[in-house]
T-cell receptor, first 115, second 114 residues
Framework: AQSVSQHNHHVILSEAASLELGCNYSYGGTVNLFWYVQYPGQHLQLLLKYFSGDPLVKGIKGFEAEFIKSKFSFNLRKPSVQWSDTAEYFCAVNAWAGNNRKLIWGLGTSLAVNP | DGGITQSPKYLFRKEGQNVTLSCEQNLNHDAMYWYRQDPGQGLRLIYYSQIVNDFQKGDIAEGYSVSREKKESFPLTVTSAQKNPTAFYLC?????????????FGSGTRLTVV
């Protein structure tokens, strides 16, 4: 069965530190890849997405992610985090599940940035 | 502004009661989804609908029911058969079935059984 694995469940960083959140998926076909963010008390928002083309995609708020097909990975990065980046981050893969194509979600990574 | 409206934001239910969570979208999206979010368990799909008058069970449909009589509305009923209904419920929609372009989410309903 298709699955999405986020390796870090809880991450704590100081402001200005660099961030990399891991995401791996298990699906051999064509995929669309997404990172969503959920700030405290807010709804889930799309951070960035990959459909095709340049495997390095840039999203909002200085985030970027690189799709490495050979590694089935789509890691999220930010060179310098801010306190306002404290949130929960979810990786998702759009893949076939039975007769339907739907989003398969990772369990999320909770990021806390200390000022 | 286009978006998804979930109501109420907080809901308290007594044991044995059915409750209905509202989800309305004005995005003209075809597909709508209900997720349950629990700490450490990510998002789990309850039901989804790709078109009016049609819906499919997700991964954890037991104890829940839905209807899709109008394109813009996808209410979720949490029945008394749901053993552990206390959770955060999220409604989402996508412009096309299959979520190729990602989802738009509502702000959620937190349900607590008292």
């Amino acid at each position: 069965a298709q699955s999405v694995s986020q390796h870090n469940h809880h991450v704590i960083l100081s402001e200005a530190a660099s961030l990399e959140l891991g995401c791996n998926y298990s699906y051999g076909g064509t995929v669309n890849l997404f990172w969503y963010v959920q700030y405290p008390g807010q709804h889930l928002q799309l951070l960035l997405k990959y459909f095709s083309g340049d495997p390095l995609v840039k999203g909002i708020k200085g985030f970027e992610a690189e799709f490495i097909k050979s590694k089935f990975s789509f890691n999220l990065r930010k060179p310098s985090v801010q306190w306002s980046d404290t949130a929960e981050y979810f990786c998702a893969v759009n893949a076939w599940a039975g007769n339907n194509r739907k989003l398969i979600w990772g369990l999320g990574t909770s990021l806390a940035v200390n000022p | 502004d286009g978006g998804i409206t979930q109501s109420p934001k907080y809901l308290f239910r007594k044991e044995g009661q059915n409750v209905t969570l509202s989800c309305e979208q004005n995005l003209n999206h075809d597909a709508m989804y209900w997720y349950r979010q629990d700490p450490g368990q990510g998002l789990r799909l309850i039901y989804y609908s790709q078109i009016v008058n049609d819906f499919q069970k997700g991964d954890i449909a037991e104890g829940y029911s839905v209807s899709r009589e109008k394109k813009e509305s996808f209410p979720l009923t949490v029945t008394s058969a749901q053993k552990n209904p206390t959770a955060f419920y999220l409604c989402a929609s996508s412009i096309l079935p299959g979520a190729s372009y990602g989802y738009t989410f509502g702000s959620g309903t937190r349900l607590t059984v008292v």
